[in-house]
């Protein structure tokens, strides 16, 4: 998100969001896991910081989920088509090959 945030995050053309996937989190702690990942995401960013509680099932389907620790991203066209999905590992292996993507997806 770090990334994203510095390559794009001042184009108007572009709406980050964060969606971590709670649903399989035990009830009684989801409140905190939330606030704790919350203290993560910038002030000015935390209303795009949205917390999947349902339908984790579904989610997983559509971004192909296969490692735990990737970040899965999707990105959407102005009539919300997916127009491009990826998923990295922590080490961000493949961002360059998304911001190419959005940057051509921006012209």
């Given at each position: 998100?770090?990334?994203?945030?510095?390559?794009?995050?001042?184009?108007?053309s572009?709406?980050?969001?964060?969606?971590?996937?709670?649903?399989e989190?035990?009830?009684?702690?989801r409140?905190?896991?939330?606030?704790?990942?919350?203290?993560?995401?910038?002030?000015?960013?935390?209303?795009?910081?949205?917390?999947?509680?349902?339908?984790?099932?579904?989610?997983?389907?559509?971004?192909?989920?296969?490692?735990?620790d990737?970040?899965?991203?999707?990105?959407?066209?102005?009539?919300?088509?997916?127009?491009?999905?990826?998923?990295?590992?922590p080490?961000?292996s493949?961002?360059?090959?998304?911001?190419a993507?959005l940057?051509?997806?921006?012209?």
């Amino acid at each position: 998100m770090r990334h994203l945030r510095d390559d794009f995050g001042k184009n108007a053309s572009v709406m980050l969001y964060q969606l971590p996937v709670l649903e399989e989190a035990p009830r009684m702690i989801r409140g905190m896991i939330t606030s704790s990942m919350k203290k993560g995401v910038p002030e000015a960013e935390r209303a795009n910081f949205i917390p999947v509680m349902h339908n984790e099932a579904e989610l997983k389907h559509l971004v192909n989920y296969k490692e735990a620790d990737d970040a899965y991203l999707v990105v959407l066209n102005r009539t919300a088509k997916i127009v491009y999905q990826t998923h990295s590992g922590p080490d961000a292996s493949g961002y360059p090959e998304l911001r190419a993507k959005l940057q051509s997806l921006l012209k």
